[in-house]
């Protein structure tokens, strides 16, 4: 094969608070790179359109089927009030509210989402079918997304639990998962804070990967990783949804990854992707049981914050498709 004087750009993104510089290096490449030089080139410039404008965040947002890379950073947008229902659409109908069972469980303060689940302190309105509040949550919007196999997205935000989280022995809970809408099932992929003696790896408040895409129930994936009061992360998270040969999942937490798997991530009977919710569900508070084994260990509510969302979304004609854009999400 013919060599050709060829650069191959490849670029990243210091990892600094400093997000507005990006590095640029070199190595020789073949003629069979000249599809990865310009898609490199094409990913470089996504980048600095969206961190040539100025330091501060600003969101540019979109639809859960629109491609290319997606922002928002809360101090520019609102929560709407409303009033006896469950969810409702903001930020131009690209998110959703959904809290279960009272209406003001998510908020902005301070420039970061804040999410809180309190089962007693607020008396669960009579539009909801639950006794008690159990969720708390934003998701991408237009439901249902029902992105097609093979389209890929990254997701990255910073999350914090706050000051007075205590580790549920008894109840798990989950701060982000991906639903494609099918009625009582489990969310395809989803990251949960387990319960004592729960599957996988057993230990109370462990985060674990949850991939539930498959027909077999769930397989859980503990990362030995117990956050504790106050503690942010910053999460990264890649997916492409298919099947069992091209279906991909891959987690990183605070810079390191903790899975990186060639998996299912869409269901038999339903293949497609979902739309991707963060905040708290916390599903075991839906009876008295599991609000009286919490209240038992001095948990009354939960209450975690997030901080500005980026996510991609790619199909597989898209120029940067499967390129890696870590960088250009992680917060």
Known sequence: MKFLSLFLVVVAVSMSSDKNSAVFWFQDATEDSKLVLLQNRNLGHEINQYMSTDSICKTKGGKAFDTGLKVWCWDDISIPSYVGEKSKNFSDNQLKVDSECYEKQVSIEKGRLKFRVSPLNFKANDWCDNEFNIRAEIS????????????????????????????????PWLFFQVHEGTKGKTPLIALWCMNKGGQGSGKAGEIHIVNSSSNYGNNFYPTNIVPTAGQTMDIVMHVVWGDTHNGLLEVWIDGVQVHNRQARTVRFSNPVGGNAKWG?????????????????????????????????????????YLSNSYMLVAP
């Open 140 to 171: 991408t919007a237009p439901w249902l997304v029902n992105h097609p196999k093979g389209t890929e997205e990254w997701f990255g935000w910073s999350y914090t639990l706050g000051d007075d989280y205590i580790v549920d022995q008894d109840n």
């Open 280 to 320: 708290i569900y916390k599903w075991t508070w839906r009876n008295k049981d599991g609000v009286t084994k919490s209240q038992k260990q001095g948990i009354t509510h939960l209450q975690t914050f997030m901080g500005p969302l980026k996510m991609v979304t790619r199909r597989p004609k898209d120029i940067n």
